[in-house]
């Protein structure tokens, strides 16, 4: 089955940078088919949709969600099976375990922390 490994996680400062990354595995299609999902789960909160990578065909290239426009930006690289997520202007309320997703896999997930 497809296999989803998120990276880039720690520590940062109010006002901080993080970049994270998903490398997909054991595909059954080309990269570029799948659309690729930021989610996260804050402590106590429910999880979140965080940003979007879309498949090649799809019809918009990327989304963001309101908490995350404009600071958050995600691209990728499908001849290395990547898709990054790039966070600026960090704050404590964007603390919590990143994940990606591809339709119905997951990753792992990565721990963000903002301290204020």
């Known amino acids: 089955q497809v296999q989803l490994a998120e990276s880039g996680g720690g520590l940062v400062q109010f006002g901080g940078s993080l970049n994270l990354s998903c490398e997909a595995s054991?595909?059954?299609?080309?990269?570029?088919?799948?659309?690729i999902n930021w989610y996260r789960r804050a402590p106590g909160k429910e999880r979140e949709w965080v940003a979007l990578?879309?498949?090649?065909?799809?019809?918009?290239?990327?989304g963001y969600s309101d908490a995350v426009k404009g600071r958050f930006f995600v691209s990728r690289d499908n001849a290395k099976n990547m898709v990054y997520l790039q966070m600026n202007n960090l704050t404590p309320d964007d603390t919590a375990v990143y994940y990606c997703n591809a339709g119905t896999f997951w990753g792992q997930g990565t721990q963000v922390t903002v301290s204020s």
């Open positions: 990578s879309n498949a090649d065909a799809g019809a918009r290239r990327t």
């Open positions: 054991n595909l059954y299609f080309e990269f570029g088919d799948y659309a």
